[in-house]
């Protein structure tokens, strides 16, 4: 694949052949992620390397599926609400093109077959495959297309119109250049039927959307409180999957679930499991592949409505300085995890972004008279116990995390203990997956321990746009928006304007700069305070499958959780015999 002066891509005919194991090797298992954010823009790799997967035979072995979440299930297949369950995305949806945030390379075509910048990046010219069917058997076309790109539910602002030109070509148009946002359309914006959500007697929102109409390699076949199960689409574009059966459980903690796996109930997982040696003895497969940072997310912004202690960025600053992340690495993740750093790119991959003039690295070690210095600058003084507070009220903040995730909750007490050291009142508790799903979508919380989802490319931009960006959240108590991810109510008009500026250009100088004054601004009110880069584990049974991403082939992101790559890794699984 060669990008032209036009920045075109363009897969190659032989990759276009029918089952999905022949085109994945347009993702390679080399450092980095997706590169179409090189230094030079203008250029891309040959789309050729990697081994072909789905290597197995076709089998009826129902692969059971850790779902994730405590029972009972949501049970929703929306994709534009925030409990939709795993299999819709990727596994029932798809998007135009699958970007591998934990390899390197072009994506990986799905819906779309190329796609075309023009000179000046306000224009995006996409050409989608031909004789694709939605599982209802009505044709998928440039409608749809256009409709995934335009609906009133989750429709980007920053695009000015959208309009076939023939059959199998859509053009994006845009107001200003918008290259840095490739990712966002071509990887993140789910293909959905115009003839199904067009005509929708009810809000879209509270659709649950049972029997879901995809072009994926699956459909489902039912959903209740404890269960939901899928069957191969045997229709699918790609060809039918090896694997016939799926089946997703709800469980009630890591602890259990980790049981079950031990124990052969459980074929594939991504979770947190302390010693992994002991699952691989059991003859289980397992990839560890940190990206996405642990943070805590803070309700931050009193003009937004938020309410609490946690609303004063002394306090913030205070209790970043206050953890002890050395102790969280090893007590908590058991060594595990990776560094994070308070700029959101991440380390080692994307150090060419980070800004000379802010500290790389969140302090691995607690520096309490810094906290304490802090604090009293901005007014506060310590009570006889030691603990900080003004006019007679002490800073109390409630951290909370999900019932059963012996890691974020093991995390959540240190840091409880961590800042009662620096004269910090913080109180850990644990809540069940649905409060908490509700209380950081709607902004009812102080601290919460949680994750924030790493970008699928080597380049900070989407974590900026979608976690700190003003336009991607609402007032707290009110629900955010479908595809908005930024819980903590930021809202920072110097960090608005150079997120603009970022995704008007592919001069690397330009967005230096632009990330430059963004992460001297974050790093400054930390409305999300970074712990680790997280260990994301994926447990998977290679006894009676094969197909799986290896260190060796990471055509996709392997956990079952993962967005997008789900679906991509179950159509390349089989059976063994």
């Given at each position: 694949?060669?990008?032209?002066?036009g920045?075109?891509?363009?897969?190659?005919?032989?990759?276009?052949?029918?089952?999905?194991?022949?085109?994945?090797?347009?993702?390679?298992?080399?450092?980095?992620?997706?590169?179409?954010?090189?230094?030079?823009?203008?250029?891309?790799?040959?789309?050729?390397?990697?081994?072909?997967?789905?290597?197995?035979?076709?089998?009826?072995?129902?692969?059971?599926?850790?779902?994730?979440?405590?029972?009972?299930?949501?049970?929703?297949?929306?994709?534009?609400?925030?409990?939709?369950?795993?299999?819709?995305?990727?596994?029932?949806?798809?998007?135009?093109?699958?970007?591998?945030?934990?390899?390197?390379?072009?994506?990986?075509?799905?819906?779309?077959?190329?796609?075309?910048?023009?000179?000046?990046?306000?224009?995006?010219?996409?050409t989608?495959?031909?004789?694709?069917?939605?599982?209802?058997?009505?044709?998928?076309?440039?409608?749809?297309?256009?409709?995934a790109?335009?609906?009133?539910?989750?429709?980007?602002?920053?695009?000015?119109?959208?309009?076939?030109?023939?059959?199998?070509?859509?053009?994006?148009?845009?107001?200003?250049?918008?290259?840095?946002n490739?990712?966002?359309?071509?990887?993140?914006?789910?293909?959905?039927?115009?003839?199904?959500?067009?005509?929708?007697?009810?809000?879209?929102?509270?659709?649950?959307?049972?029997?879901?109409?995809?072009?994926?390699?699956?459909?489902?076949?039912?959903?209740?409180?404890?269960?939901?199960?899928?069957?191969a689409?045997?229709?699918?574009?790609?060809?039918?999957?090896?694997?016939?059966?799926?089946?997703?459980?709800?469980?009630?903690?890591?602890?259990?679930?980790?049981?079950?796996?031990?124990?052969?109930?459980?074929?594939?997982?991504?979770?947190?499991?302390?010693?992994?040696?002991?699952?691989?003895?059991?003859?289980?497969?397992?990839?560890?592949?940190p990206?996405?940072?642990?943070?805590?997310?803070?309700?931050?912004?009193?003009?937004?409505?938020?309410?609490?202690?946690?609303?004063?960025?002394?306090?913030?600053?205070?209790?970043?300085?206050?953890?002890?992340?050395?102790?969280?690495k090893?007590?908590?993740?058991?060594?595990?995890?990776?560094?994070?750093?308070?700029?959101?790119?991440?380390?080692?991959?994307?150090?060419?972004?980070?800004?000379?003039?802010?500290?790389?690295?969140?302090?691995?070690?607690?520096?309490?008279e810094?906290?304490?210095?802090?604090?009293?600058?901005?007014?506060?003084?310590?009570?006889?116990?030691?603990?900080?507070?003004?006019d007679?009220?002490?800073?109390?903040?409630?951290?909370?995390?999900?019932?059963?995730?012996?890691?974020?909750?093991?995390?959540?007490?240190?840091?409880?203990?961590?800042?009662?050291?620096?004269?910090?009142?913080?109180?850990?508790?644990?809540?069940?997956?649905?409060?908490?799903?509700?209380?950081?979508?709607?902004?009812?919380?102080?601290?919460?321990?949680?994750?924030?989802?790493?970008?699928?490319?080597?380049?900070?931009?989407?974590?900026?746009?979608?976690?700190?960006?003003?336009?991607?959240?609402?007032?707290?108590?009110?629900?955010?928006?479908?595809?908005?991810?930024?819980?903590?109510?930021?809202?920072?008009?110097?960090?608005?304007e150079?997120?603009?500026?970022?995704?008007?250009?592919?001069?690397?100088?330009?967005?230096?700069?632009?990330?430059?004054?963004?992460?001297?601004?974050?790093?400054?009110?930390?409305p999300?305070?970074?712990?680790?880069?997280?260990?994301?584990?994926?447990?998977?049974?290679?006894?009676?499958?094969?197909?799986?991403?290896?260190?060796?082939?990471?055509?996709?992101?392997?956990?079952?959780?993962a967005?997008?790559?789900?679906?991509?890794?179950?159509?390349?699984?089989?059976?063994?015999?």
């Open positions: 694949m060669i990008r032209t002066m920045r075109k891509r363009v897969v190659a005919a032989a990759s276009m052949v029918a089952g999905l194991s022949l085109i994945v090797a347009g993702c390679s298992d080399s450092e980095g992620g997706d590169d179409e954010m090189s230094a030079d823009p203008t250029t891309s790799a040959d789309s050729t390397a990697g081994a072909a997967a789905g290597e197995g035979v076709a089998t009826d072995r129902e692969l059971v599926v850790w779902a994730g979440a405590q029972t009972p299930l949501n049970q929703t297949f929306n994709p534009f609400v925030p409990e939709v369950q795993h299999l819709a995305l990727g596994g029932v949806y798809e998007s135009l093109f699958y970007y591998n945030k934990a390899g390197s390379g072009e994506p990986l075509p799905l819906l779309g077959e190329s796609f075309e910048w023009n000179a000046d990046g306000t224009q995006l010219t996409i989608i495959r031909e004789g694709v069917t939605w599982n209802d058997g009505e044709a998928f076309t440039t409608d749809d297309v256009i409709y790109f335009t609906n009133d539910i989750a429709a980007p602002d920053y695009i000015a119109s959208a309009e076939a030109t023939d059959d199998t070509t859509v053009i994006l148009s845009f107001d200003e250049p918008q290259y840095t490739e990712l966002s359309l071509l990887g993140l914006t789910w293909m959905i039927p115009e003839h199904v959500w067009a005509n929708l007697d009810e809000d879209p929102l509270s659709f649950p959307n049972i029997e879901p109409v995809g072009t994926g390699p699956y459909t489902i076949a039912s959903i209740s409180d404890a269960n939901y199960t899928g069957v689409n045997p229709d699918y574009w790609g060809g039918e999957p090896n694997l016939t059966n799926v089946r997703y459980i709800g469980i009630d903690g890591n602890q259990s679930a980790e049981d079950l796996l031990r124990t052969g109930q459980i074929d594939w997982v991504g979770m947190f499991v302390p010693e992994p040696q002991g699952m691989e003895d059991a003859g289980l497969g397992y990839i560890n592949t990206q996405d940072p642990t943070v805590l997310y803070t309700c931050s912004n009193a003009d937004l409505g938020c309410e609490g202690d946690q609303t004063d960025v002394a306090v913030r600053q205070a209790l970043n300085l206050a953890i002890d992340r050395s102790a969280i090893d007590k908590a993740f058991v060594g595990l995890t990776g560094t994070a750093s308070p700029t959101f790119a991440l380390l080692g991959r994307d150090d060419q972004w980070i800004s000379p003039d802010v500290s790389a690295e969140s302090p691995q070690s607690p520096e309490i810094e906290a304490q210095a802090i604090l009293e600058e901005a007014g506060y003084t310590a009570d006889a116990d030691g603990f900080y507070g003004k007679g009220e002490a800073i109390e903040m409630s951290l909370t995390s999900v019932d059963g995730w012996t890691d974020y909750n093991n995390a959540a007490q240190l840091i409880q203990e961590q800042a009662a050291e620096a004269g910090i009142k913080v109180t850990a508790s644990t809540v069940s997956w649905n409060e908490f799903a509700d209380g950081r979508t709607n902004g009812d919380f102080e601290l919460i321990m949680g994750g924030v989802i790493g970008t699928s490319v080597p380049d900070p931009f989407q974590i900026y746009k979608d976690w700190f960006g003003g336009d991607a959240t609402t007032p707290a108590g009110t629900a955010l928006e479908p595809g908005d991810w930024n819980f903590s109510r930021y809202s920072n008009e110097t960090v608005d150079q997120i603009q500026v970022a995704a008007s250009t592919i001069d690397e100088a330009t967005k230096i700069a632009a990330y430059a004054t963004i992460q001297e601004e974050i790093t400054r009110d930390l999300y305070i970074p712990i680790v880069i997280n260990a994301t584990q994926t447990f998977y049974n290679q006894t009676d499958y094969t197909g799986w991403p290896t260190e060796d082939n990471l055509y996709a992101f392997p956990p079952a959780w967005s997008g790559g789900a679906g991509v890794v179950l159509s390349n699984l089989g059976g063994t015999e």
